[in-house]
């Protein structure tokens, strides 16, 4: 969580401070140095079972997509605080980003123990994503918070049929899954109670098409 101290100085940031900070945001998620809340990865002391090698591919295709995704969310958050007009939205933003992070670290961990890579178009993921975030935050806060109410329970139905795909002796992967799923719940939940707006209809069916192109082109590039 974000502390008390963390949320006055986001306050107190000029726009070019926050512009400065998605940058550093942008080059750590790249560079895979992200910071996260140091929560412990839920894969920690997780034995797998014997997996095949068409279940490890499997496996990884899997944790390379929920690793797109993660590098999505913190364009997003990132896009969405920084054009927020209310600082506790903001707050909201970057709590949600910062908890994210756990989820990149552990995505990322496990694609190193199945001897995986990681999507060659994270660039590309992060600089729509942030695009997209940035002109949620110019519509106004309680669609910025609508949009990000959606796409946690977007994600969440995503994490779900990954719990159905995944191999059921994959029992880390199986745990990094679950716990992001619980935390997107979460967030989702705050974003209501913060006063998300309900989105236009069209509007969820276009990010789940956007979505499935990513998930769709993450598992082989």
């Known amino acids: 969580m974000v502390s008390e101290l963390h949320k006055t100085k986001a306050r107190q940031l000029s726009p070019l401070d926050h512009l400065i900070s998605a940058a550093q945001t942008a080059l750590m998620t790249m560079a895979s140095t992200p910071v996260g809340t140091g929560r412990p990865d839920p894969a920690k002391d997780v034995n797998a079972g014997e997996l095949t090698d068409a279940q ?3 496996s990884v295709r899997l944790m390379r997509v929920n690793h797109v995704g993660e590098v999505c969310a913190q ?6 605080a920084l054009t927020a007009q209310d600082g506790r939205v903001r707050d909201a933003m970057i709590q949600a980003a910062s908890e994210e ?16 890579r990681k999507s060659l178009l994270n660039p590309v993921w992060y600089t729509g994503a942030f695009g997209m975030g940035a002109l949620a935050g110019w519509a ?25 795909r995944l191999p059921e002796e994959d029992y880390p992967s199986r745990a990094v899954v679950s716990q992001m ?16 707006a309900e989105l236009p209809w069209p509007v969820p069916a276009l990010m789940r098409r956007a979505a499935r192109v990513m998930t769709q082109t993450a598992r082989w590039i």
């Open 56 to 58: 490890k591919r499997e």
């Open 75 to 80: 364009a997003l958050y990132e896009g969405q």
């Open 101 to 116: 992070q756990d989820h990149l670290i552990w995505c990322e961990n496990r694609l190193k123990a199945l001897k995986g």
């Open 140 to 164: 106004g806060d309680r669609w910025s918070l609508g949009f990000l109410k959606e796409t946690e329970h977007q994600v969440e139905a995503h994490l779900d049929s990954h719990l159905d």
């Open 181 to 196: 799923k619980d935390d997107e719940r979460k967030h989702a939940q705050t974003a209501k109670n913060a006063g998300a």
